[in-house]
């Protein structure tokens, strides 16, 4: 193990070598930072071989199907380059830029701006798994924790009508926030109290939240809507309390500014793990805990810290979701998201570092959005037959993530195997 | 696992023992809230109360015993017996007689557990030779198409069945693979065949059937018919609307039950199981093979669990449709943890969750969205005893750790 580590910052850290190493993540962890961009690569590339392959099998052409998806990403819209401007925030100068930003109404375009959609609660997802991850917490529940961020922010939007229109958007995500650091931080307390299990805990909060969900708008319920009982939905949140829409139509679901709240908690997590205390400790506790406790950090309030950090991670997904183009939130809503379990395959694919969580949503991003029903033509491939595609591919990269020790074993014999390395290490003897 | 603290005297001695009272009193709160139910619905409320009083002062008293576990469990189920007795008396005698139909209600309970019990006894074998199964959801689902699938093209029940649980096996080959040879992360292992479960069955669920679904007259796994109700008196009939006509799968999964207790705490090959999950490296030492051991456990558990996910489509209901299964693996799951890792455990837990689903059907009576509510049950019980408040459940010691071989 040699490499030098692709995120910049690990201590040095040997692996554990024999029967009970400290933690299956902390080990994980270790070979997926030696594994460098390499692996996430290979495993992406891997997943939808595969996930062509089924596609063959199942009598349709792979070439033709990936195709049409990625038109379907919008990320063609990269391709169309240009000479045109672009209009500097809070100010009316407008400067060159490549791309068109201007013309929001094109098919590419606005195909961009839905997968770009997507991409943000699935980089706070990943935030949530990944930097649970760091403490050498596997954080299943970011689904249910998302789930009450959503819950929390259609609540705190459709009440209080008429509030200010800056503070009832920043009300509504800082209570969500606060309230997804609340349930995450029931499985965290006890880890850190009883050591109960935090995969087993959050699994039975992802369902408590389901089910409270399922409840409180179901019909009958506490938060359902006041105009029509038969309909199992909340009410609208406020007008004040929506996300403002920064490029394309508001009426059509354009891209909201909690897009750049995504991308500022992405460096949020990078700074926070990385030039903080209170992420140093979060890192040590990660790589080994007996190790951290002898160094005079309480592991107890980092596992209780990290899982809470992480909720609230999750839960502003929600509520970006919910005050950004949903505006409401059903039963049917809950029912369907997926959004938190994606995050687990965002976070490992990303290698649980800032960048690669930030890319890997923006790949899991474009894949649900190319794959929905709105975007696919059912001559090509069904729509319905793409969404179970994606859940393959997403199984895929999970699977082959779970295995990088086999690509890096691979990957190290391919390099020992080059002349001029064998020759220079040969030299000195 | 756990050790008997000391070997109790038999005869008057054991019955005075706290934990015998403990245990008496729970019995003393629940008939105490039986009492105000149909059939016999008294309206009172000296009953319920009274005993529920006696079932909390028997708690109380084991717990100053030191029987925690069992102490704690009578309090609690006290409190609740004079609560639910009370609330009980609130209700009108109409609601509670549509309501509590006690012989539909415990073969619902039935209907609800066996599929609960198939995956959790499942589980019970892969988590106590080490490895963590969460992808119990995956392989049931899994089970659920292919064995109807396979039931509706060869026209036959039996390669249905047959097929569910090759099916299951495979996905757990494939997790076998992945956590015991290559090492990998066993949740992350778990979770991924759960998706992947998910995309397969949905793909070529979209794939063969269309958006038709699947036809009617699938064959489907036969129900037992006994002839109960020529036992005399009501309980021949009361028999009869309970077992009389069950599935062939809620049978065998009693067998199960039996069988995997004797298999696991009787037989040297049970000793091999708990021991690879307890400390793999002293399993080694005496010449078991760990890994072997693993992947025969990890692959019970997933014919078992797929078995499970059978029931639903082609004994339960007679069709699929996407993600049936609906985290009913994840509620065996819990009643795994909840039963201790155990099999009468897990039965028992399987049992409680099946009655609260059973209940939650008929709930609506007094108002849907308490009745959806009522549904997290399982869950917050399971959160309840893996926090320890009421006797902690204790996995096995080696669990999710992959083994190197040295």
Not at chain 2, 19 to 37: H, N, Y
Not at chain 2, 57 to 80: D, E, K, T
Not at chain 2, 365 to 377: C, P, V
């Amino acid at each position: 193990m040699s490499e030098s580590p692709a995120s910049a910052t690990p201590p040095p850290v040997t692996p554990p070598s024999n029967g009970g190493p400290p933690s299956v993540a902390a080990r994980m962890a270790f070979y997926q930072r030696a594994g460098g961009i390499v692996t996430p690569i290979m495993t992406a590339l891997l997943a939808f071989l595969v996930g062509g392959v089924v596609v063959a099998a199942s009598g349709h052409n792979p070439l033709t199907t990936y195709r049409e998806i990625f038109n379907g990403t919008g990320l063609n819209w990269f391709f169309q380059v240009g000479s045109h401007d672009i209009g500097l925030p809070f100010s009316d100068a407008r400067v060159w830029f490549p791309w068109n930003v201007n013309d929001a109404q094109s098919e590419a375009a606005f195909n961009l701006q839905q997968t770009l959609l997507v991409a943000t609660p699935l980089v706070f997802t990943g935030l949530a798994v990944a930097f649970a991850f760091r403490c050498g917490m596997f954080n299943i529940g970011g689904q249910g924790q998302y789930i009450v961020g959503a819950m929390v922010s259609v609540w705190v939007g459709s009440s209080w009508v008429g509030m200010n229109h800056g503070l009832h958007i920043v009300l509504a995500v800082v209570l969500a926030a606060f309230a997804g650091a609340l349930w995450a931080g029931i499985a965290g307390f006890l880890k850190a109290t009883v050591g109960a299990h935090e995969v087993i805990t959050t699994i039975m909060l992802n369902w408590i939240a389901y089910w409270i969900g399922n409840y409180a708008f179901g019909q009958g319920g506490p938060l359902q809507n006041d105009f029509n009982e038969s309909v199992p939905v909340s009410n609208d949140i406020a007008e004040g309390a929506k996300l403002p829409v920064f490029w394309g139509d508001a009426l059509l679901q354009g891209l909201h500014v909690g897009f750049f709240v995504a991308i500022a908690a992405l460096v949020v997590y990078w700074l926070t793990l990385n030039r903080t205390t209170l992420g140093y400790e979060v890192r040590a506790v990660g790589f080994n805990p007996e190790a951290a406790r002898y160094g005079g950090i309480s592991v107890r309030r980092s596992y209780f810290l990290a899982m809470a950090i992480a909720g609230g991670f999750a839960a502003i997904g929600g509520a970006l979701d919910i005050l950004g183009w949903q505006f409401r939130l059903g039963v049917i809503d809950i029912q369907s998201s997926q959004i938190g379990f994606i995050g687990i395959a965002v976070a490992l694919l990303g290698r649980n570092t800032a960048v690669g969580v930030g890319l890997s949503a923006l790949l899991f991003g474009a894949l649900l959005n190319g794959t929905s029903t709105r975007n696919l033509d059912p001559e090509v491939f069904q729509p319905e037959l793409a969404g179970n595609l994606t859940l393959m591919i997403q199984a895929l990269v999970l699977l082959f993530v779970g295995a990088d020790v086999l690509i890096l074993i691979f990957w190290q014999r391919l390099r020992r195997l080059r002349p001029g390395r064998s020759a220079a290490r040969e030299a000195p003897s | 696992m756990s050790i008997r603290a000391e070997r109790v005297p038999g005869g008057w001695v054991r019955i005075v023992e706290p934990r015998s009272i403990a245990i008496g009193g729970m019995v003393l709160s629940l008939v105490g809230f039986f009492v105000v139910l149909p059939p016999l619905t008294l309206r009172t409320w000296v009953w319920p109360v009274t005993l529920g009083f006696f079932g909390v002062a028997a708690g109380i008293w084991a717990v100053s015993r030191g029987v925690r576990r069992v102490g704690w469990g009578a309090v609690v189920l006290g409190i609740l017996g004079m609560t639910l007795g009370l609330l009980a008396l609130e209700s009108s005698v109409g609601k509670l007689d549509v309501v509590v139909v006690w012989s539909a209600l415990l073969a619902s309970m039935l209907r609800y557990a066996t599929p609960l019990t198939f995956a959790a006894i499942g589980g019970m074998f892969s988590e106590r030779s080490g490895v963590v199964n969460i992808a119990l959801e995956g392989m049931m689902l899994s089970g659920a198409f292919f064995g109807i699938l396979a039931a509706q093209k060869s026209d036959s029940w039996v390669f249905g069945l047959l097929a569910a649980m090759a099916a299951g096996a495979t996905l757990a080959l494939i997790h076998a693979f992945f956590s015991i040879n290559l090492r990998a992360d066993q949740i992350v292992i778990g979770t991924a065949i759960n998706f992947l479960a998910l995309g397969v069955t949905g793909y070529f669920f979209v794939d063969v059937y269309g958006d038709q679904g699947t036809p009617e007259g699938i064959p489907r796994i036969p129900d037992v018919n006994l002839p109960l109700d020529k036992i005399p008196t009501g309980l021949g009939e009361f028999l009869d609307d309970v077992f009389g006509s069950l599935n062939l799968m809620i049978w065998l999964s009693f067998v199960l039950l039996v069988v995997s207790y004797v298999v696991m705490f009787k037989t040297p090959i049970g000793l091999r199981i708990r021991a690879v999950g307890e400390h793999p490296r002293a399993a080694d030492t005496v010449g078991i093979s760990v890994y072997g051991v693993r992947y025969a456990s990890v692959i019970v558990s997933g014919i078992l669990a797929a078995a499970g996910g059978a029931y639903l489509s082609i004994g339960f209901l007679g069709s699929f449709n996407e993600n049936m299964t609906a985290g009913r693996g994840f509620i065996a799951l819990a009643a795994l943890i909840f039963g201790a890792w155990r099999p009468f455990g897990a039965f028992s837990a399987a049992l409680l969750f099946g009655f609260s689903s059973a209940l939650a059907q008929r709930l609506p009576e007094y108002s849907g969205s308490a009745a959806t509510l009522f549904q997290a049950l399982p869950y917050v019980l399971t959160l309840i005893a893996v926090a320890g408040v009421i006797g902690r459940s204790i996995p096995p010691a080696a669990i999710g750790r992959p083994y190197i071989k040295q």
